[in-house]
C-alpha cells in the first residue's frame, strides 16, 4: 500500500512538472485524428508530423498551412503559459491594549490536615513478603 501511494505521489508531481493537464487528454483523439489527416493528405509519418507541429519546422508549417489554423488550436500540448504561485505576507505591527488586573487571593488561614489514609497501615495486605 505505501508503494502504491508513493508511486502514485510519484506520478502526480511528475505530471504537474511537465504541464499535462486534463484537457490536453482529452484533446488526444484530435491529435490523431490530425495525424491521420496529414498522412492522408501529405504522407507524413508520426515523427515528421511531431516535427511539423511540435519541433524545429513549426513555424514553416504554420506560415505555410494558414487553413489549418483551427485544426492546430485544438492539438494538444499547444498552451505556452506558466503559473506561480506568488504568496504576499503583510505583517503589521498593532499592539492589542491589555487592561492590567489585580487578583486578589486571600488564603484560608484555618487549614487543618486530616489523615485519611491512616487505615491503610493496618491492613496485612500491604506487607511485605515473609521468610517461612
Same mark, same amino acid.
Do not use: W
Given at each position: ?28 483523439? =484530435? ?12 504522407? =507524413? ?69 486530616? =489523615? ?17
Amino acid at each position: 500500500m505505501k508503494t502504491l501511494v508513493a508511486i502514485s505521489l510519484s506520478l502526480l508531481v511528475f505530471v504537474q512538472s511537465v504541464g499535462l493537464s486534463m484537457s490536453d487528454v482529452f484533446m488526444l483523439n =484530435d491529435l490523431v485524428e490530425h495525424a491521420k489527416f496529414h498522412s492522408e493528405e501529405f504522407g =507524413d509519418d508520426f515523427f515528421t508530423f511531431f516535427e511539423k507541429h511540435y519541433g524545429d519546422l513549426k513555424t514553416e508549417h504554420q506560415k505555410s498551412h494558414q487553413d489549418e489554423k483551427s485544426q492546430h488550436e485544438n492539438l494538444p500540448f499547444q498552451h505556452n503559459h506558466c503559473n506561480h504561485l506568488l504568496a504576499e505576507v503583510i505583517v503589521m505591527g498593532y499592539e492589542f491594549p491589555f487592561e492590567k488586573s489585580v487578583v486578589t487571593y486571600t488564603a484560608n488561614p484555618h487549614f487543618y490536615y486530616q =489523615d485519611l489514609y491512616y487505615f491503610l497501615e493496618r491492613a496485612s495486605i500491604f506487607q511485605p513478603p515473609k521468610i517461612a
